[in-house]
């Protein structure tokens, strides 16, 4: 659905208007909303039966370890793919936990100690050697899928082969596929000519319980890389290509029992899991649910009323659940607010014209209005304003970097640098084009409608193009598809995959991530500089002269004026007081980490 920009002005007003009325509602609940000891002040890992704003950010809410009932989820979008060396977003890398394991994970811990890896399949964490660039593991026994048959080394290696068939398994994180061809050009399993499909070279298995990474070049960031979905083992005769997303074989506690794509998903134990094997996973509900919906706000209501557990996707609720929830001591009470290490940004594709003249880019970065950015995502709520494209979450973040002067202005709009930015790009006048958005999220919507009313103060006139977000891959993910529809903006956010800058930046801007399908480098950019800049940095085993490497990285984005980062996000997200072993985990960026939850009376 089209959105033409004469519509968007009254649109506009009324968020302003909410967001005032948003400030408002925080004044009369308190500037802290304190609840008890639930200020988010201590904790650090302990437990406690307190609620509180914020309270899970630091600490354990009610710790138990009762088993039973049902954990319901509703989500307003069904995942990109339940594959897991295809899903991209990141509440499916959260609740993929309940189904798959991988060598190493994240830690069981809010906060910031839901950064540290720790051993999963594997008995401990690897041994490095050969300078960094070998590293070894090995299983751990009772290892077991949903059938009873055993998780070997190979489940592995396959499934990590899995992801070079890029004509069939196409969609997620390409950082195992660039690390381990090393130069063997390998296709993947369908066309591995080997006799028992494992010829990827630089993976050795010598026997089921032992397998072998050789890295071409030492890689600070490869057990992070390996703490992804992508190194869940799938067992060949269970593989069904580009079908597999419909049912994944289970390696980890719970399986599917149904799945009814955009509707409903049912997850059920799996019973040949064994805990004694399974560090990270408490496994306490008896069955796990998830229903899809498109009213977001319909979602918080009756999350509100206590119908589910948990929003899914944990992007926040929408501006009348915020209004309620923060007149109401109670409902804050059930609620954080964390910043997640996303940025909320503005993409500009340099094939779709006029975009591949950095003056015209230059000209939006100075013509939107951050304020109202920021408003439609719900004010202070929804986060700080974004300066650059590295969040304050990420080593390398250089809080004195603002090059287009965003926060010293207090985000607002630069009209007579945009208005020379035009003239230098060839475009005085201004010029039309389309912004493409996900309908299934109203906050996104109406950043582009914010957008969409600042451009058009200096004569750049913005269509808005809604999709579905399910199908993100194959419109904006698809840079043939982005250059047919004229999407000459992309609103969209991004998260750390794993903790560093090139966690977080490569996929957006390194030209060798540069996808057919299910790309997320939408700007398209290809610099040379900025690839070798990625390749000084992950080789450094240093992280302070990493950090510095990533400041130059940054700086050169900036420069090239890719991106509009119009916040860094906070999420205002509520779970239900009848939910056990709530924390929110920086290693799944600021959301509440899934696999610990429990739910009270469950077994009664």
Known sequence: MTIPSSRATRRLAAGIAVAALLAGAAACSGDNGRNKDGDGSGGGGGGSKDGGFNAANSKILNPSTEAGGTLKFISTQDADFWDPQRGYYGFMWDFARFYTRQLVTYAPKPGKGGQEIVP????????????????????????????????????????????????????????????????????????DKAKDKLGLKSVQTPDEKTIVFNLPEPNSDFEGILALPTSTPVPPKQDKGAKYTLRPFSSGPYKFKTYDPGKKLVLERNTAWKKSSDPVRAALPDEVTVDFTTNADDADAKLLDGTYHLNLTQRGVQQAARVKILRDADLKANTDDPLTGFIRYVAMPQSVEPFDNV??????????????????????????????????????????????????????????????????????????????????????????????????????????????????????????????????????????????????????????????SGNNNYTEVKDKKID???????????????????????????????????????????????LTNVYTSEGFNGKVDFVSLGVKGGDK
Not at 470 to 489: D, R, T
Request: glycine fraction near 12%; charged fraction near 25%; include cysteine.
């Open 120 to 191: 999963d399949l594997a008995t401990e964490r690897a041994k490095v050697t050969n300078g960094g660039k070998t590293y070894t593991y090995t299983l751990r026994d009772d290892l077991f899928y949903e059938d009873g048959s055993k998780i070997t080394s190979q489940d592995i290696k396959y499934g990590i082969e899995r992801i070079f068939a890029t004509d069939v398994i196409n969609g997620g994180p390409p950082y195992l596929m660039q690390i381990l061809d090393s130069g063997q050009k390998y296709k993947g399993p369908y066309k």
């Open 359 to 516: 003056h015209c880019r230059r000209a939006v970065i100075y013509a939107s209005d951050k304020t109202t950015l920021l408003a439609s995502r719900g004010g202070k709520y929804g986060g700080d304003i974004g300066i650059n494209m590295l969040p304050p979450t990420i080593s390398g973040h250089d809080a004195s970097s603002d090059p287009y002067g965003m926060r010293a202005g207090g985000g607002k709009p630069q009209l007579d640098k945009a208005r020379d930015e035009l003239k230098q790009c060839g475009k005085p006048g201004g010029f039309k084009t389309k912004v493409a958005v996900r309908q299934n999220e109203p906050a996104e919507v109406a950043s582009a409608e914010a957008l969409q009313d600042a451009l058009g103060k200096v004569g750049i006139t913005v269509d808005i193009d809604k999709f579905d977000g399910a199908q993100g891959n194959a419109v904006i993910g698809s840079p043939n598809n982005v250059q047919k529809q004229g999407y000459g903006l992309i609103i969209y956010g991004w998260g750390a995959d794993f903790n560093s800058g090139a966690g977080f930046l490569q996929p957006l801007v390194d030209s060798r991530f540069l996808l057919d």
């Open 532 to 578: 070798a800049l990625f390749d000084k940095a992950i080789a450094e085993s240093d992280p302070a002269k990493a950090a510095e490497t990533y400041k130059e990285l940054n700086q050169r984005v900036s420069d090239l004026a890719l991106y509009v980062p119009f916040v860094y996000d906070k999420t205002l997200n509520y779970r239900s007081p009848e």
